[in-house]
């Protein structure tokens, strides 16, 4: 079965250069409902059929998969499950990413380019060790649920959390999970297990080509 991974639309807080973890929230900005348009139109171009929708229960992740039901013309049902929700990031929600760093310069560092020193406790944040867990879980779920090959789930979810669990996955290490850096808003990654979720290979990682445009440092987390 296959497993197509989704980063949420981009929002004010993602063009302010806020953090927006498993607790903050700002809704899709306009031009993003244009993004998912244009991934819609991909999927439907490449013929995929999908079993279900599953989504973090965050606002910017649910209308993001809504929105792309709709834009596809399918009827499938989009499932909230929290285990996909963004790391908590407790004090730094809402925090812009330049004070962040000037208060927390190491974990800061740790969480985006070094995962194996990442240390939230002073902010009261989410170890990559507990997030990975509750998404593994979920995954681990669904490969039971959907045991056919030519099933295929599509997970609306989070940067920062997509790209620690697609990482996991795939076999690496915490440490090593950001080295290809980050995923874009919008984006498609996809990876498919043939063995019942024993192993994944990776199909598709961090498509954007679909949106035909200039991606930023600010699209990408």
Known sequence: MKLYFVRHGKTQWNLEGRYQGGSGNSPLLPSSYEDIKKLAHYLNKKGVKFKAFYASPLERAVT????????????????EDKRLK????????????VDAEAQYPDQIHAFRYEPAYYDPSAFKGETFEHMIARGKDLINDLVKKYPDKDDNILLVSHGAA???????????????IRKR???????LTVLETN??????QEKLWNETSYLDRKITSRDTI
């Open 64 to 79: 993001t998969a809504k929105t792309l039901k709709k834009d596809m013309g399918i009827d499938v049902p989009v499932i």
């Open 86 to 97: 963004e790391f908590n990031l407790g004090d730094l929600e809402g925090m812009k990413f």
């Open 162 to 176: 997509l790209c620690a669990l697609t990482r996991t996955l795939e076999g690496y290490k915490i440490a090593d």
């Open 181 to 187: 850096g980050g995923l874009t808003n919008t984006s």
């Open 195 to 200: 063995d019942g979720g024993k192993n994944f």
